[in-house]
């Protein structure tokens, strides 16, 4: 009966429109203020617990590391690079877009910082190029999604909060399907710009770009070196990251400002403003989950209507699919991640393979609309349409399934680093 209860409820906010925080907060409240006087003090005691982690520090540090290289020259000098080394090949611009996509996401971790600093560079140098509108708006938007798989990648680190799975394994699975799904853009750009022109190769125009932007390529070595190797953790890694951002864009390119630095850093603040408080709430209605046992019981029922393995990641993908479709990736993995994984792990499913699959199910989510978030920040950024960025959108969606496919049946492409 409580159950339902607070489904209703749920259903009622988000019917008037409600934000995540009030929706969870509401329902979070009711479920523990029903275990009576007791549920007060278990409420305060979750809440507590669940913000009193080391590792949720490494969210607003990698966030801050890609706001300061975004507002700084780091973006720029990827980007020169990665076009100096493929700009003669045909499709080479397109090449270097989604190699700039991928090392910038292998810093920041964010798909919409991703998007954000290497389009403003981009976009206008693919149409002059001669690109197709269509083909340079959906590279860069499907590019920019990299970011969400690539590690160090702030979805992984929520899927491993909510979970309770290694974030340092998450990451570590996460690095199979990146080179998959970047291999699969650079496959596709080479194909569709073959007949476009390219610029001459030039050795002094390339070891230039190494000049200019090989402290760039550098972090993703030191921060992903530094984890798989055991030197630092995840969260030791985000504030390496945030240093070694700090001490290029200041003291060697000095192309930040205190005054951009502080811009930076309150605009990261009001961002993690409302993230922060969705996460309590999130962590804290998982906890009284557990208490209430309805993983086991979601297991057991579920184990009577899916009779295999196959079955479950078959309705578990399209379930994903349309829930990225309507839902942003952190909103999904905070209420969904804790109910799935106990469900997978029943099937036989290793939950850190799970966990990839379910974060790149979401990450294609950023490329459908109505609400998919690569589509409405490059509405703004590129100052274009909606259906036009919809339409742009469409061959690349067939190829990040094909991408999916791969990367739900073929374990070992996640696993083999482990």
């Not at 106990?342 to 499913?349: D, E, K, Q, R, T």
């Amino acid at each position: 009966m409580m159950a339902l209860a607070l489904l209703v409820l749920a259903l009622v906010l988000l019917l008037l429109r409600q934000s995540l925080f009030v929706v969870l907060g509401m329902v979070t409240a009711s479920a523990y203020f029903g275990m009576g006087e007791a549920g007060f003090t278990n409420l305060l005691l979750d809440s507590w617990a669940a913000l009193n982690r080391e590792v949720l520090l490494a969210i607003p540090l990698y966030i801050l590391a890609g706001n300061i290289m975004a507002r700084g020259a780091m973006a720029k000098r990827l980007v020169v690079l990665m076009e100096s080394a493929a700009g003669h090949l045909r499709g080479g611009l397109g090449i270097a877009t989604v190699l700039s996509c991928a090392a910038f996401a292998a810093v920041t971790g964010s798909g919409t910082v991703t998007l954000l600093a290497v389009g403003g560079v981009m976009y206008p140098a693919l149409l002059k190029a001669g690109y197709p509108k269509a083909l340079a708006l959906g590279l860069l938007c499907a590019a920019g999604t990299l970011g969400i798989v690539i590690p160090p990648s702030i979805p992984l680190i929520l899927y491993g909060v909510m979970t309770q799975t290694s974030i340092a394994d998450l990451f570590i699975a996460g690095v199979g399907p990146a080179l998959l799904l970047t291999l699969l853009m650079l496959v596709y750009v080479r194909i569709a710009g073959r007949a476009l022109p390219v610029q001459p190769f030039e050795w002094s125009r390339l070891k230039a770009g190494l000049k200019n932007g090989v402290l760039g390529l550098l972090m993703p070595v030191i921060i992903l070196g530094g984890i798989y190797t055991g030197y630092f953790t995840p969260t030791e890694s985000a504030a390496v990251a945030v240093v070694y951002a700090l001490v290029v864009e200041m003291l060697i390119y000095r192309e930040l400002s205190w005054q951009g630095l502080f811009k930076t850093v309150s605009e990261t603040a009001t961002l993690l403003g409302g993230l922060f408080p969705v996460l309590l709430m999130a962590v804290s209605f998982t906890v009284f989950l557990t208490y209430q046992q309805v993983p086991e019981y979601l297991v057991g029922s579920l184990g009577a209507l899916i009779d295999s393995k196959a079955s479950f990641l078959l309705i578990t993908n399209l379930f994903l699919l349309v829930v990225g479709c309507v839902m942003d990736i952190g909103s999904a993995i905070l209420i969904l991640a804790p109910i799935l994984q106990p469900l997978a792990v029943s099937y036989g499913i290793d939950p850190v393979h799970f966990g990839v699959m379910t974060v790149v199910n979401l990450e294609i989510g950023y490329l459908t609309p109505p609400l998919g978030l690569n589509i409405i920040v490059a509405m703004g950024a590129f100052k274009e349409e909606f259906w036009t960025v919809c339409r742009a959108m469409l061959p690349f969606l067939l190829l990040m399934l094909v991408g999916l496919i791969i990367i739900a049946w073929w374990p070992p492409l996640s696993l083999f680093l482990l």
